[in-house]
RNA sequence: AGGACUAUAGCUCAGUUGGUUAGAGCGCUACCUUGACAUGGUAGAGGUCCCCAGUUCGAAUCUGGGUAGUCCUACCA
């Protein structure tokens, strides 16, 4: 073996192995258990958030895998319609300067499944450096013909049922994409604008109101001007016409309780096609809906001509500089506002009059309340519960059609009349509604992404077939997702999950934190602070990572400046940390509720950790290759007081990891399989089993017993690291199995370890710390007085119980050869013992003479340092003892607990003054 | 505007139903090429648990009020 640990030499052969082996597959056997993968886009690429929950993801199944489950991690991506769309058209515009209008939409429908074809593979890849277990022989893809079967099949069932509609209404459009899109891919930012302050007189010339508005092109399109009912100043206005300037129109001021009279002015100008509030308010009052945007907004034919053409920019300028030149721009002020923009292209979304297909959301959305009421879908953490009640009770009807040509196509079909037939196919349609030949055009629309994604848990396992994996597989286990998704994705596979399948989607939703740069930043491409994960499992040079965080930036002002802190931030580029380092760093910052910061130390400690396993496994490997390790089955073999230890402890984290992963705790769970591994088993038990091996004079039954547990635990230690860093541990454990006693294939394969009751040695437990704080004594005295960690030393022990001498007489080799002591003489009561450094176990003070080893004042001072700390802890226990509330409130066991302390520590403290005084006087 | 979350060592984070001497990793200091590992070992320094008040015998932990930060939802033209 290696003197270090080269992760990059195993990984790929290792995961080939696996995956050709078809080990992912589920086992058939066992308690069904299953993941869905939240499905990537198709054409992306792994990022950190990925890596973060598909290794999570990872984690639940092996473990669930070798704990005897059936499992079934279900992998497949998600065709994601407009940024799929919009990469393909871009790709167009720089190879070949075509539009996708020019192409026409089946040669370009074309080639975005060239496209999909062609990068589709990235991220899958990705995922299989990552370690991840999926089943890929069941990959799947929504736009496959099974899961377009299933959405077509859902389309037309909640069309028949009355749960789908097509219907005329204000929708967010994006002028740029030419298409609607749902409330939630609007983002709204707060952004500095004006407002402005118009005059607009009345029909009769008997006055004016002014307007205050923060969008001015949209006055051609109003169709009233709007006052609160109370507002006293206004009574009079109510009912009057106003001439419409620039407009040859006249528009009447209503009262309507949506004007707040303080804000702006108290009047308010009413455009009912262009602003959700506005329609809200034209339909109260019957105003027509005047449309003055064209699906560019761009000024339509509708508005006056002097505006026909403009952009929405463009027309503001102009209607601002004719008001102004009209003597009817009172003022301009500045004005923060929230300007919603489409999330994908960022351009200003349009509230837009249009025809579009909705989902009766809140029909759907009773069910899937209740079913987290009544806790048959539980969120972890807890608190997401509400975050999806309150979204999910206000709950407005979910546009689903999008003007697009990827995606699943709207399966309706309408005739020369413009009558709307919804069916599976042209044909069924024809026949259901006995149309004959007459000429039907299907509907050009797609639905939005998620309506396929909504499917997923149930699409992928086949439905509306009711297969074996269906019956199997769901419900599924547990959802793993981040936050933001809770209401494009999670909300509504529950709503439509109940509905078609009479069943929840998931017992469970782990909601996961966002991964952050090691500032709490957002990683993203603009800010050039993204880390990828496969560098920090390949590595990178520093040349390298500049180059790819600069390439592609938006603003190129930004390119000197995220090369500069690229370069402070990673000096030397990044290390090539392995794939289990990786996995790792993510488990041990999974805790819950809260996003996690990237920290590269945390990452460069685990490989560490790696490489400690790996030196673990090369010294039990040395010391047990080639010899009689008990593996056979005989019972010639004896347990030392370190191999009793080290086995209990095992169980304990065992015990713990069970639990932690139970309750999605991974951080706690990998931090108990570092401490045993590192703080037990290689900083003890290896250390302990070294007197025992390399003394001649060792008994050969316990040589093997303590051969028989180094090989076994490490075994087992492996098995329980095994679903957080699966390839060291199977690396290794492909070169222990057989020494420990273990066949099989791979470790993925093998059983978990449980806890066993019964190998829980309090005992051997006692008598190891017992140990562990006589040899942590004389390293203090060693370490504080400069005494050569080699140099044998004489200790004297003074005041030790039978107790401290048989475990003296049990262990005195080991306690010679781990402490490095010449002689270990327990002193006689009435023994004076000459001048020496102290330390204490228990009662029993272990004394270092001093003869030319210590100094005086050294010592001194080093006593004098301990002796104040428990005069401090003597007087804040006694304290606390002496308070009569405590004595008389608090119970019992917890006032025994105290008074132990205080003996204790007073104990200590007279020893030590003692002790202090007898130097002194010397 | 409403809501959620966060605040603990220089940095990144644990701290389970109130009872610890408040912990880990990284970093820092000193010493150590001891036959698994210098990606290591041993010892050590380092904390007003954001602030104020309250409940309690006892608060990092519970309650109220602040402060700072992050995020979500809804928005006034």
Redesign the pocket.
Known sequence: MD????PQDIETRIYQNWEQSGYFRPSGEGTPYSIMIPPPNVTGSLHMGHGFQDTIMDVLTRYHRMAGCNTLWQPGTDHAGIATQMVVERQLLEQGETTRQELGRDAFIEKVWDWKEKSGGTITKQLRRLGASPDWSRERFTMDPGLSHAVQEVFVELYNEGLIYRGQRLVNWDPKLHTAIS??EV??E?EDGF?WYFRYPLADGSGDVV?????PE?MLGDTCV?VNPDDERYQDLVGKEIALPFCQRNIPVVADD????????????ITPAH???DYEVGQRHDMPLINIFTADAKINEVAPEAYRGLTREEARKQIVADFDEAGLLVKVEP?K??VPRGDRSGVVIEPWLTDQWYVDAKTLAKPAIEAVESGDIQFV?K??E??YF??MR?LQDWCISRQLWWGHRIPAWYDDQGKVYVGRSEEEVRSKNDLGDRPLRQDNDVLDTWFSSALWTFSTLGWPEETPELKTFHPTSVLVTG??II?FWVARMIMMTLHFKREVPFHTVYVHGLV?D???Q?MSKSKGNVLDPIDLIDGIDIDTLVEKRTTGLMQPKMRAKVEKKTRKEFPEGIGAYGTDALRFTYL??A?????????M??I?????????IW??A??VL?NTEGHNCAQDGSENYELSLADRWIISRLQHTEKTVAEAVSSY?F??AS?AI??FI??EY??WY??LS?PVL?NDDSPEALKQGTRRTLIRVLETALRLAHPFMPFITEEIWQRVKTLAGQSGESIMLAAYPVASDEKIDPEAEANIEWLKSFI?GI??I???M?I???KPIPVLLRNASELDQSRLNANSSTLLSLAKLDTATVLASDEVAPMSATALVGDMEVLVPMAGLIDKDAELARLD?EIT?LEK?VA??SG?LN????V????EA?IE?ERE?LAAAELAFKKLGLQRDEINSL
């Open positions: 003197k270090t640990y080269q409330d939630l983002v709204s707060e407002m307007v205050a508005t923060t969008r949209t709007a949506y004007v707040d009279a303080e804000f702006g002015t108290g009047c308010v100008k602003d959700f509030n004005h506002l929230k953490p608190q997401w509400n975050t309150a979204w206000d936050f933001d209401f952050r090691g500032e709490g957002k041990s910052l805790s819950t509720g809260r996003d996690i910061k990237f920290d130390g945390r460069e400690g685990f490989r560490n950790f790696c490489n400690k030196n673990a090369r010294y040395m705790r951080d706690i931090q570092y401490e590192w703080n290689c900083d290896l250390e070294k390399w942590d390293r203090t060693r370490g504080e400069n050569a960690p080699g340092k700390k802890e804040r226990i606390k308070n009569q509330g405590f008389a409130k608090a119970p917890v607990k302390k």
